[in-house]
């Protein structure tokens, strides 16, 4: 969620919740995290944080950086704020809208799709909704299972690597 998608689709928050989604943060202005000060990082987030929470009553706890950008004073600004720090590990390049088929084939046969992988789709990408179908009908056909990134994630005690994955410590 960033500000301007909650104050735009209100509703829409609200049903992805009622759905049983997690809802997660992705800052308020969709800026490059690591180029601001703590202050105004944490401004960033506690924003979108409080929009959220006086419109569902739910309090965010996933922070997905804007472009994948981070170093550990955004980690810790995320951390001090009650998020959990999460990343991608398979790119959709929907963003790069290069057509419905194209998203299938990169995720499909992405080199680190695995277990435990989180897959970066946009939801204003031009085909992402066009392909969604077929992506998760697709990877359910090969034996994956589709669960809500707070199942997903460890909580404590780990490392992002350069993949964007989670690791054990």
Known sequence: MTGGWVEAY???????????????????????????????????????HNKVLELTGYEMFLFRPPYGDYDNDVINVAKKCGYYPI?????????????????????????????GSIILCHNG???????????ITTLKEQGYEFVPISQLIYKDNYHLNHEGRQIKN
């Not at 398979?90 to 046969?109: F, N, P, Q």
């Not at 990408?125 to 992506?135: G, M, N, P, R, Y």
């Open 87 to 115: 990343q991608w590990d398979v790119d959709s390049l929907d963003w790069k809208d290069y057509g419905v088929d194209a998203i299938i084939e990169t995720v499909t046969k992405h080199k680190h799709l695995g277990n």
């Open 10 to 48: 209100p509703d829409d928050v609200k049903a992805i919740l009622a759905d049983g989604h997690d809802l997660g943060n992705h800052s308020e202005n969709h800026k490059n995290m690591s180029q601001l000060s703590n202050g105004d990082c944490e401004e960033e987030l506690m924003l979108v």
């Open 125 to 135: 990408a031009k085909f992402t909704a066009q392909a969604l179908d077929t992506l």
